[in-house]
């Protein structure tokens, strides 16, 4: 999935079900996702912290925040990217992810980018 953003940023995800680190009979579906931002703006910015609304299909909803991702706040100037892997555990077979990512400028001018809501699902359970 893609989508920019009025600010210039790119967000494309992709989501890998993880079979070998799931429980099915145990209600664990473990997933990693993979989530690439480009900069296609004319600005440099840092990624400040995020924010992840997590639903499984039973409605359950898990909110994480944190500084930066995987351990890190990069900053993409114009016409860079940054891709990063981290993962989530859900007690259903399928759910979604959205959430947004803060930034802040170079000039300090803090903003929002949003992450847009992706699928989680093991594999022929949606068609």
């Not at 351990?71 to 992810?97: C, D, I, K, R, W």
């Not at 300090?108 to 949003?114: L, Q, V, Y």
Request: proline share 4%.
């Amino acid at each position: 999935m893609e989508k920019s953003d009025q600010h210039g940023f790119m967000i494309r995800t992709q989501v890998h079900y993880l079979p070998d680190q799931s429980d099915e009979l145990g209600n664990r579906f473990v997933f990693s996702y993979t989530i690439n931002i480009t900069n296609l703006g004319s600005n440099t910015a840092k990624l400040i912290s995020r924010h992840w609304i997590i639903t499984d299909a039973n409605h359950h909803v898990q909110e994480v925040r944190g500084q930066g991702v995987v351990g890190e706040q990069p900053s993409l100037g114009p016409n860079q990217s940054f891709e990063y892997t981290s993962g989530t555990v859900l007690a259903t077979q399928v759910g979604t992810m959205r959430g947004s990512y803060q930034m802040q400028a170079v000039d300090g001018t803090e903003f929002d980018i949003e992450i847009p809501q992706f699928v989680l699902s093991v594999p022929r359970v949606l068609h």
